[in-house]
């Protein structure tokens, strides 16, 4: 029998089992990153005491965000999956999210359909490519950030994608390995990216920018900040639909790995999107 319950730093081994099964990039700092920011909302299904399952919800003020919605392989078709996730949106309802979004790939959208969730237009795809495709000329003015940016950074993320992450970002930059730039022009900030490492790839992500030249050259930045920390090994991206940035992205050797559609609980809402964000934190996170 599957019992629900929170997991905690100690599972986290077993969680990134579950993420090798289906050939995720997760590593330790995804799973501690979740427990710091929503610790009542990082559920496990478990089985003889065994992780087993796993979701997680993020919140945003009253916009909550599921992810990492695992279940072991070797025990799919026996429901464990739809008890995770019905646990998850009880949890979302006592704390009061009023609005729950998501990335869908095609194998877990029956179960977010029936719980009413609605998919709107916008796709999510994740770009892999190498890191020494990045050229020093493209990205001089992307400079490393500072921690004078934060008054800046944090404003112009909310102004661009309509609510706050700052507990996400601030939580971001902490974690080992990250590296954050920024492009500032006539003392207002119009571009930033991070990035982080990741068990198969570099990880490049959020990247909010005015237009999409500034974004590349946030992105180039953030490639060579990889190539330095982890040598040769490739960089991913979570990138929302934007036919020009996937242009520039394929003219550096990117190709497309995999799409979900965002979908939204109850209703719809233009949040974590738009014209200025270019890409999210991570596939399967805000």
Not at 145 to 154: E, H, S, T, V, Y
Not at 233 to 255: H, M, S, T, W, Y
Request: glycine share 12%.
């Amino acid at each position: 029998m599957l019992e629900i319950a929170t997991f905690n730093r100690r599972d986290i081994p077993a969680a990134l089992r579950l993420c090798e099964q289906v050939n995720w990039n997760h590593v330790a700092a995804d799973w501690e990153r979740c427990l710091a920011l929503n610790p009542e909302a990082c559920l496990g299904g478990f089985e003889g005491g065994e992780l087993k399952a796993t979701c997680t919800l993020t919140p945003f003020g009253t916009v909550g965000w599921v992810g990492t919605f695992l279940v072991d392989q070797t025990l799919r078709g026996k429901g464990y999956g739809k008890m995770v996730f019905a646990a998850m949106l009880e949890t979302a309802r006592r704390q009061g999210i009023e609005c729950l979004g998501l990335d869908s790939s095609d194998a877990g959208r029956p179960i977010y359909l029936k719980h009413g969730f609605r998919m709107t237009d916008q796709g999510i795809e994740l770009w892999t490519g190498p890191a020494a495709a990045a050229g020093r000329e493209s990205h001089a003015d992307a400079r490393p950030f500072q921690p004078a940016d934060w008054g800046n950074l944090l404003a112009f993320d909310r102004a661009c994608v309509k609510l706050s992450r700052e507990k996400q970002l601030r939580t971001l930059a902490a974690e080992s390995g990250a590296s954050i730039r920024v492009i500032e022009e006539d003392g207002a900030l119009c571009a930033f990216g991070f990035s982080r490492p990741g068990r198969l790839t570099g990880t490049i992500g959020p990247v909010v920018a005015l237009d999409t030249p500034r974004a590349d050259r946030i992105v180039s930045a953030l490639m060579a900040d990889r190539q330095t920390r982890d040598g040769g090994k490739p960089v991913g991206l979570a990138i929302l639909d934007n036919a020009g940035f996937k242009e520039r992205l394929a003219g550096r050797g990117f190709q497309m790995r995999r799409r979900n559609i965002r979908m939204f609980h109850p209703e719809p809402r233009e949040v974590l999107a738009g014209p200025a964000v270019f890409a999210a934190t991570g596939l399967g996170m805000a």
